[in-house]
């Protein structure tokens, strides 16, 4: 059985950061690619990040150059440090764990229950 827990949301301020983390349980990374997805109010859930078990990595253009994903392996954890957030960035952050590696489909296996991302003055 796969769970996953995010945790490290919060509030801050434009062009703060934040790093959230996720820790997977009955994850062999080996076999499954990891991601980070977001949804804000009223809007579709989109890919930002993933990674898979070579360390290899994908994020969508909105995030580029400003977030970073990175894993664990001896802690099962998963990881998002977010740099220059905007507040367009606000939304619920989810984990995500799927054998394919595809940020641009929602379609992946298993998710966490999310973690609340607010950007504001």
């Known amino acids: 059985q796969v769970d996953l827990m995010e945790s490290g949301g919060g509030s801050v301020q434009p062009g703060g950061s934040l790093k959230l983390s996720c820790v997977a349980s009955?994850?062999?990374?080996?076999?499954?690619?990891m991601g980070w997805f977001r949804q804000a109010p009223g809007k579709e859930r989109e890919g930002i990040a993933s990674?898979?078990?070579?360390?290899?990595?994908t994020y969508a253009d909105s995030v580029k150059g400003r977030f970073t994903i990175s894993q664990d392996n001896a802690k099962n954890t998963l990881y998002l440090q977010m740099n220059s957030l905007k507040p367009e960035d606000t939304a619920m952050y989810y984990c995500?764990?799927?054998?394919?590696?595809?940020?641009?489909?929602?379609?992946?296996?298993?998710w966490g229950h999310g973690t609340q991302v607010t950007v504001s003055s």
């Open positions: 995500a764990a799927e054998g394919a590696c595809d940020i641009r489909t929602t379609y992946w296996g298993y």
């Open positions: 990674i898979d078990a070579h360390g290899f990595t």
């Open positions: 009955g994850v062999t990374y080996s076999s499954y690619c």
